[in-house]
Every structure is written in C-alpha cells, then in structure tokens.
C-alpha cells in the first residue's frame, strides 16, 4: 500500500553507508520514522529534500508495523532562510527537539501540523523568532492536552486566587502545594501562559515580553516538560 501525505523533516540519522532514517512531522500520520535508500549517494534523487525543517510531499511504502520505505520526497518550501541563519537554526532547532519529546508517535495532529508550518513561514518571513517559537511551544502544549489549568487548583479543585505554585504537571494553590520540588509562577507568568493561546501570529511582532517574565515562562515549560516524560 502507497501512503502519502505532507511532512516536514525534523532530523535524519545515517543507517549504514548510505542510507537514513528520516523523523518526520506529518500531517496525516503524525511522528513517523521513514528509510531512505542510498540519499546520501550523489546521484541520489532526492536531493537534499531530508535536511532538517525541510516541508515535502512525501509517499511511502511498507507494513504500517515495520519501518516503512520512502518512494517519493518532493519539496513544497525548503526554510532555506531559516537554515542558513546559524542562530535562528540553532533556536528552532531547540523546538524541533521539544516536539521530538512530546509528539505522541503515529498520532495525527493537524491543527499542530499546521501552527508548526505557519511559524516557520512567520519566522522565515518576519525575523521574530524569540516570540514565536515560544508561542509555539504553549500552544503546542495546549493542543495535546498536556497545558494545566491555570484557573483551578489541580488537586482540590478550588478556584485559584492569585497564587499560582507548580508541581508535577499541576498548578496548585498554596494549601495544597508541599514544601519541595515546586515552582512559584508570577500572576503575570499564568496570565500569559493563558492568553499567548488566543494570539494570532502577526500580534506576535509587536508584543514585547520582559526578559525576566521570558525567562519565567522558559522554566516552566523546561520543568513541565520533564513532569510529563516522567510520566509517560
């Protein structure tokens, strides 16, 4: 059976001499790894359609239980820009590795897929990146049901007033939260984590967030993200 779909390449890792094992976002399949026969070879077809943030039509082959075979890759939009500009490809490289980490596999995400694919585009276009990407990463968060409620206590369920303590993937209120291993959020923090989900793309060229509110939000995503690993 033939499968296609569009995709974008997060990474690709050498398997043998000449071959790889591409990881891709895909907007029908989800997180998928795929082969690719001989692409490093010169002559190779392909081209250089399996450089990370690469965004391709792709169609491929094989048993859904087995790794599957790549038999076409044609790119839509290459992110060239985004890829030649080392510090804004390191930054949405950081991104690329934190969709790696909580994209379930083989689960389809569209309306993810295409928030990915507008951020890049965003990116490529306004020179944003900072705002962007950690929009991105809320959003993401939202979408796969991983964000806490920021309105109630997430243990005894009480309305939250003003006091906003993380722990273990809960935002809990101050009678409930234990003595360790917690994160205190500004007001400003938890009202940002909240409306950072209604912003469109283009607001985010003229916001200005604090670098110190910046750092906030950082950390709890960086401590949020390992609370669901640890639970997964």
């Known amino acids: 059976m033939i499968y296609s779909t569009e995709a974008v390449v997060l990474k690709s890792n050498p398997y043998g001499e000449a071959d790889l094992i591409v990881t891709y976002f895909t907007k029908d399949y989800g997180l998928i790894n795929l082969f690719a026969k001989s692409p490093r070879k010169i002559k190779s077809r392909f081209g250089s359609s399996f450089e990370p943030l690469t965004y391709a039509k792709i169609a491929f082959v094989g048993n859904n239980e087995k790794l599957q075979k790549i038999i076409q890759s044609d790119i839509i939009h290459s992110f060239h820009p985004i890829r030649e500009n080392y510090h804004v490809f390191m930054a949405v490289g950081e991104v690329l590795r934190f969709l790696l980490m909580i994209l379930p596999r083989k689960e389809p995400h569209e309306e993810l897929f295409s928030l990915f694919i507008s951020s890049l585009e965003f990116i490529e276009k306004e020179k944003k990146t900072e705002n962007a990407l950690l929009s991105l990463k809320i959003k993401s968060l939202r979408i796969l049901g991983y964000l806490p409620d920021f309105k109630h206590c997430g243990k005894c369920k009480d309305k939250l007033n003003g006091e906003f303590f993380y722990s273990d993937g809960f935002i809990l209120c101050k009678k409930c939260i234990s003595s360790h291993s917690k994160l ?9 984590l909240n409306d950072i ?6 607001y985010l060229s003229r916001v200005k967030i604090a670098p110190q509110l910046f750092r906030e939000l950082e950390e709890f995503i960086k401590k949020h993200i390992q609370s669901i690993l640890s639970y997964n």
Do not use: P, T, V
Request: charged share 15%.
């Open 197 to 202: 989900n209604g912003w469109q793309l283009k």
């Open 184 to 192: 205190i959020l500004s007001q400003g923090a938890a009202k940002l």
